[in-house]
């Protein structure tokens, strides 16, 4: 079974700086997606980035960013320019695109992101 | 808005009753699944249907049967409530065809107590 660790139960930043999450994983699989997702305190799952394994360059969307180590199976995630919007919970979530367990995502337990003013 | 919605949003039932968990996606997506997020925990998946006409269990399944009634929708039912099912239940959905690129799109979620 594939195992995901987010190691830091909770996070914090002050707004306009950097902060990085990390997320380590084990599959045996060559062909992978990773996902991280933020939930805000509306409790919805929200698709912030994602990161094709057999890709070198790390994924980038705006202000997030991944640092992607696959010999590691590392996948960490920094968001520069921290905003109050930011807050939430984070999962790290890997997907297994092989054999039987075609397209399911395996969640970290979260890092919780609090952001002061 | 297209998307996947999920009734109820909350629910309590008392230990031993029944529900089912209703979940629908317009995104034409082929696959689903149903996961459990309790703290501490992050999400686990308890059964997914990787295309209309098949369900697979997940990680935790025990408690739980599932129906892909078509490809729209996938629903939850909770044959004997416990309250060890006490969570917060998350319906989500994905198009394999896309290899795994879009991830999936989730509901809104349902809080269950179980009293």
């Known amino acids: 079974a594939q195992t995901v660790t987010q190691s830091q139960p909770e996070m914090s930043v002050q707004e306009a700086e950097t902060v990085t999450l990390s997320c380590t994983y084990d599959t045996s699989e060559s062909d992978y997606y990773l996902f991280w997702y933020k939930q805000p305190p509306s409790r919805q799952m929200i698709l912030v980035i994602r990161q094709e394994a057999y890709k070198q360059q790390n994924a980038t969307e705006n202000r997030f960013s991944v640092n992607f180590q696959k010999a590691a199976k590392s996948f960490s995630l920094k968001i520069s320019d921290s905003q109050l919007g930011d807050a939430a919970m984070y999962f790290c979530a890997p997907r297994r695109d092989g054999g039987t367990s075609y397209g399911k995502l395996t969640f970290g337990q979260g890092t919780i992101l609090t952001v002061h003013p | 808005n297209a998307g996947v919605t999920q009734t109820p949003k909350f629910q309590v039932l008392k230990t031993g009753q029944s529900m089912t968990l209703q979940c629908a996606q317009d995104?034409?997506?082929?696959?689903m699944y149903w996961y459990r997020q309790d703290p501490g925990m992050g999400l686990r998946l308890i059964y997914y249907?990787?295309?209309?006409?098949?369900?697979d269990k997940g990680e935790v399944p025990n408690g739980y049967n599932v129906s892909r009634l078509n490809k729209r929708e996938f629903s939850l039912r909770l044959e004997s409530a416990a309250p060890s099912q006490t969570s917060v239940y998350f319906c989500a959905s994905s198009s394999q065809a896309l290899q795994g690129q879009d991830g999936y799109t989730f509901g809104s979620g349902t809080r269950l107590t179980v009293v």
């Open positions: 249907s990787a295309s209309e006409g098949t369900t």
């Open positions: 995104m034409n997506h082929n696959s």
